[in-house]
């Protein structure tokens, strides 16, 4: 956050329009603050919250998530130590 800040802070120093600056600095909070919307199958869904640990779909996406990148290090790991 503090690179963005800097980014920002720079930009304001420099002979940019008001306008254009604005512009800057909201393409950069839509880079750092954008939500996504997504639809999900509702029995998936459901399913899925019964064997997370979450009580929220938020959490259950994070946990998700996080499984998804831990098992795909995994996978990259065992592939690598078996090449060798």
Do not use: P, W
């Amino acid at each position: 956050m503090a690179r963005i800040e800097g980014a920002v802070r720079r930009n304001r120093s420099s002979s940019k329009s008001k306008n254009e600056q604005l512009t800057h600095e909201y393409t950069l909070c839509m880079v750092v603050c954008m939500r996504t919307n997504t639809v999900i199958d509702d029995a998936l869904l459901s399913e899925a919250m019964e064997h997370s640990h979450s009580r929220t779909k938020r959490g259950l996406i994070e946990e998700v998530l996080h499984t998804f990148i831990r098992v795909k290090v995994a996978e990259k790991n065992r592939k690598t130590m078996c090449a060798v």
